[in-house]
């Protein structure tokens, strides 16, 4: 594994870091779980996309680069090193893009991809059901063929779906042969949040954001193009998709060198005060995201020479979810009684600490990915 860039990729940081500190938003925009914000937001990455900052990966037909993954680690590092908003569009273009990429069709990839990168149209994840959390195979919303029409109807509740309040899309499994073993009979949907028979109804979070949703759909018609894979093989397609969530795309490790170094200077304004716990609890969180990084560059090494990445991924999941808690309640530590503020200087903190403590439940629960681990990759016998 090189772990030096070339003077072409020192170019392309050098670039992208010029871009991002010249038009970055200032003052910072409101938050991304607000109507208000998803709005801004939305603008800020129609800016990113007409400049093509957007998906540097992707293909230059779809508003990208062509950038390698190691260019895509380097835009990721300076964009969260300098401070740049949140990507509402990420569910969209980490999760469901790479998906798309993977089984999607032409036409599919033509349709969706540009209006995606642009954020014309954004998309929220319809993975979990009332009944149906960490365990995805259990989910009962189901799809029923229509052949008069051509396409599907499904029903049934999806919950969670994060910014699904404000989104226009959702994709997600519906069970489309009831009779199949757990992990068959799956399919898996694009589904238009404005049709006939879709009930959104947000949820309040305790921090006041409003973008989660639940997602209620009644007889919703959806037509065989906006199947992605083949019928009844949707767990396939969606291990793709949680691929990409637990793994490489979905947390960058510049996100949480961004936040371990901000963490640094918070311990640095501390003076002398600071408790000795929570300065070795610093140096450990910046440890882990250099850690992690280079764990993402063997990743990537792997990626760029063929080879697929399966399990791990669980194993990645856990490492950078856990890290992302330590190292916000650190900072309320350093922060003392200011960390419990939600205006003000602490304020940024206290709401990456409410986020963080989410990050072992999403993407699979940390119990679930931890049996993953044990089994896919120890090879421990199940109990």
Request: hydrophobic fraction near 40%; charge should be negative; proline fraction near 4%.
């Amino acid at each position: 594994m090189d772990l030096t860039f070339d003077e072409a990729e020192e170019a392309f940081r050098a670039e992208c870091r010029a871009w991002i500190e010249e038009n970055r938003p200032d003052p910072a925009l409101p938050s991304g779980d607000t109507r208000e914000g998803f709005g801004l937001h939305r603008v800020w990455e129609r800016s990113l996309f007409d400049a093509r900052w957007a998906v540097v990966s992707w293909p230059r037909e779809y508003g990208g680069r062509e950038a390698s993954l190691w260019e895509w680690l380097i835009f990721e590092e300076e964009y969260y090193r300098a401070g740049a908003p949140q990507r509402v569009t990420q569910n969209g273009i980490f999760l469901l893009a790479p998906t798309l990429f993977a089984f999607g069709t032409k036409s599919q990839q033509d349709r969706y991809l540009p209006a995606m990168a642009s954020a014309e149209e954004t998309w929220c994840q319809g993975w979990s059901e009332p009944d149906a959390g960490s365990d995805l195979a259990a989910i009962r919303s189901r799809a029923v063929r229509d052949e008069t029409e051509g396409g599907w109807r499904l029903t049934g509740q999806k919950t969670w779906t994060t910014r699904g309040a404000f989104c226009d899309r959702l994709f997600g499994l519906f069970r489309s042969d009831p009779e199949a073993a757990r992990h068959r009979g799956l399919t898996y949907f694009l589904v238009d949040l404005r049709a006939d028979g879709v009930t959104v109804r947000p949820v309040e979070r305790l921090d006041g954001d409003e973008g989660f949703a639940e997602v209620f759909l009644e007889d919703v018609f959806v037509p065989d193009d906006d199947v992605l894979g083949e019928v009844h093989k949707g767990w396939e397609v969606a291990m793709a998709t949680t691929g990409s969530e637990r793994g490489l795309t979905l947390r960058s490790p510049g996100r949480f060198m961004a936040t371990a170094s901000r963490l640094v200077d918070l311990r640095r304004a501390a003076g002398d005060s600071v408790d000795p716990a929570a300065e070795d609890a610093v140096v450990r969180a910046y440890i882990d995201a250099e850690a992690y990084r280079w764990q993402t560059f063997w990743t990537v090494t792997r990626l760029a020479e063929g080879e697929r990445i399966g399990a791990e991924s669980s194993l990645v999941k856990l490492f950078w979810s856990e890290l992302d808690v330590r190292m916000h309640e650190t900072a309320s530590e350093l922060l003392g009684s200011s960390s419990e503020l939600i205006d003000g200087p602490s304020a940024d903190w206290m709401k990456g600490l409410q986020f963080a403590l989410a990050g072992p439940i999403y993407a699979g629960t940390n119990e679930i990915q931890r049996n993953v681990v044990a089994e896919r990759l120890l090879g421990l016998p199940r109990k």
